[in-house]
């Protein structure tokens, strides 16, 4: 079955009457018609939020000029901030990594198998242990080392990479290093990270000690975009395995794998089908 | 802080286009300020639902007539069912019991500590050993004895409670008897029971001893609506909890208590803050 | 069916060889027959961990004199720590409330049911509201209200009660005061507390208002032995829901309400079963 | 760190007094050093299981002979079934597959990572597709395609290719072919599946579509040990994932995967590690 091109509009602005009155009539007056919407007004913050999803192929306003008209027609009114989404587009994502592999294997399989629209152009590493596996897959390795000393020289070739294979947005798969400011700001809300425990507990290096130290009864994984702050973007998504006093250390790595593995690959992808939209700390998920 | 008049409108309808436009159109053009607007297209059965609550109190149309307005000016056009509540009205709920108290005390304590909005008018039982717990909540308690001769009559005296204490809606907490067609007709999609297994898995009775000589892994809860097919009508809310080799039948119907109690308390709370829509042999819960 | 008296040993001590054996014996040769037997040994600490239960119908040692042969003949030789339970005394429970009543329905009505083997003789609270729970159980209820200046004579009060009613443990039902040192020291690891989210995230007060600000997508309830350090006591059990962008604060409370009391009412069922022991900050539950 | 080598008996009998004593101190008196021992004692069936791994180290009893020993000693006089088995053997397992890829990635992530000691000397599959994950994994892939005529011959040649690669256990990663009792017979409690529903509900084909069409607020999968009995063997472990009205079948899929994998893994986790032992119709699991 040939898909149809559909056009997703995610956007957010202060709450006020008739938006949704506003964007759907504009859809439908230019003979859209509405796959999927989805809304939601945060009251604290007084901020309306919505996903709409239409069928682009009877539609009169050409896929170029639709940025524009819905700005000016809808958006401004509205002080609105706004993405556009085409369905035909398949976004490119980098996987950075280091040395464990159970993240960027669930990511490749997703990919080769097709449950996931999505490219991966390029996986970079900053140990080569995982060289191997990119290989398999038939995806250039880039191998970025890294010191406390040559960190910014290697953010710079990391951007550089980011240019040369097109990279719309980038997983960490586990990779552990710290993104400083430079390269975020050029990836804004562009970039998701798996962090290995049921944030905001347990920040920062070895969570899994932290637990067995702490003798919680849970262990848990969070998927966040990535900002300044260490460990404390907007988070996407988080989940949690049962423990008991029997497990060791080692066995909540083990065990661990399995809950991080499952909640990056589902915020990759609530991303890859812009189902989420990110404001102040928080993220809206349109599932 | 006085909470303002919403009304609530709940709808389905084969699914075409412009149906949100009109009735966001239809409520905004007559100065309804839209707070919740959650729609979803079933595309197997191209079916269209929304729920859309919006503030009343500068709602040109009365209320009284609403039904009749939206009725003819929008749901006979899309050949709509559609449903309509006013946030002032509180329904009126009767608990059919027999004589396991878990589920009564969890929807008692909801009520009267106010995370209900509902009231509770009476409690049926066809057993008398809990109405002692209906004495300390001052609610009116029928005793109504059946058995095989007499279940017609019995069926016909509740019948005739219902309607002395004006009942809006009938939940079946762990009431272990079969409900006739004669009385699902005068309640259809108004009677919410609990099974005490994840259906359809342990149809009838007894599912945690067939869920114990089965050896699962988990146990489970169902809370749905009554239709005239034992256990197969529309479910609402599921839940499970994971048991081990070492769970006895008695350590499951333990255990099992808690996740009854707690999905049959929020299939109620959907019910009752008009969050679901029933079709064909499913639920839509706008959460 | 008459219930057989059973004796439960619950030990701990450093690692060695022989210790299995030792108790077996001991139990074996004196005709008890072993009914559980649970070990575990934690590599880190290098202890040692056993809760054994058996038939006493036909041990030889009399009741009375369990304690002190088993400690000179067994614990002495392997410098354990041990308690010993009979299965024919019920525990006596004091429950310590503010104003909300979740917990204490749930820990009420168990009781009533028969699920729990426990006697509940007084119910403390620092509010007076739910006197009126207390009067439908007929469980004397004592008020207690405590101010900063008069925590401290407060505290004396509560311990002369503890004494009156010859309470064995306590359980703090969304008692929301911190208990001292002074008091504590009297009940050292009797007294069980349920905090409102998955420590160490959310210590101390407002946790649901902490989580809404964070923006986290699971929420949770932790119960654990109450120790000098705030929310920082052994962890007995967790759980967690999952919400949503969508859940207010007011969401969270209630959704939260549903987790707390499950989670404190099987840290309560695993103390009054003598399924647990704490050593250091951790808890070993024997299930 | 080097790791000992250790003994593990697997082991059941009727309950009677005085098993644990008899085994612990075999292990003990030969100087063997108990460093896991669960015990479970079946009421229903009156059945006694237990697991007890010990150091071999000092045990002076050779490898070759405890089998030999230990039935002679302990096991005929308690009318005992038992398992032996040595940590220094490394399991041998085949992986059956069909066209789905995911179950296969997770198990070879897991071996190639070390999480698991196992190997996999042979991938067999009914259809070419994945070979070229076995492949890339330098695993040998024999392609035995099956149709109805030649069901027969297929499965006497994979019993030959069982034979030529030593396999201990086979798993079913989604082969979706039954396998009959010949076959069976020869690895019995040696074949592990997963089937995609949380059994006992939807046995058989497209338990997806028929969930869907249930309209169930859950969806699962279980891991069983193969028996004759289509979807009836011993369970080893099953857990569910929340899906809502809005999941289409296709979202059912994806979303199961997720959980067949990791119920996959963690069953033959439990295998390899000899944390199980099936009786009649039951698991149980030594965790």
């Known amino acids: 079955m040939q898909q149809s091109e559909t056009a997703i509009l995610l956007m957010h602005c202060a709450d006020q009457a008739g938006i949704v009155t506003a964007v759907t009539s504009f859809i439908h007056e230019n003979r859209g018609n509405i796959i999927y919407l989805d809304q939601h007004v945060d009251r604290d913050q007084d901020r309306f939020f919505m996903r709409i999803e239409f069928d682009y192929d009877q539609f009169i306003i050409p896929k170029k000029k639709l940025h524009d008209y819905f700005n000016t027609l809808v958006a401004t009114r509205y002080q609105m901030s706004f993405e556009l989404h085409f369905s035909s587009h398949t976004p490119r994502m980098a996987v950075f990594v280091s040395k464990m592999s159970h993240c960027l294997y669930d990511i490749l399989y997703r990919m080769e198998s097709g449950e996931w629209k999505v490219e991966i152009p390029v996986i970079v590493g900053n140990h080569p242990q995982l060289e191997k596996i990119a290989k398999r897959f038939d995806i250039p390795f880039e191998y970025v080392p890294i010191t406390k000393e040559t960190k910014e020289e290697a953010e710079a070739k990391q951007l550089e ?95 661990g794998k399995d809950v991080e593995k499952i909640v990056l690959s589902r915020a990759i992808w609530y991303h890859i089908n812009h189902k989420l939209l990110a404001f102040q700390n928080r993220t809206v998920i349109f599932e």
Chains 1, 2, 3, 4 share one sequence.
């Open 161 to 255: 990479l980011m240019e040369k294979y097109n990279v719309d947005f980038i997983v960490l798969a586990r990779y552990m290093q710290i993104i400083t400011p430079k390269f975020l700001e050029k990836f804004p809300l562009k970039i998701i990270n798996i962090h290995h425990s049921f944030l905001p507990a347990f920040v920062g290096a070895k969570p899994y000690h932290a637990a067995h130290n702490r003798g919680v009864k849970l262990i848990g994984a969070t998927s966040h975009y990535v900002t300044e702050d260490l460990d404390a973007g907007p988070i996407i998504e988080q989940d949690i395995a049962k423990i008991s006093h029997a497990d060791e250390v080692k066995d909540l790595i083990r065990k």
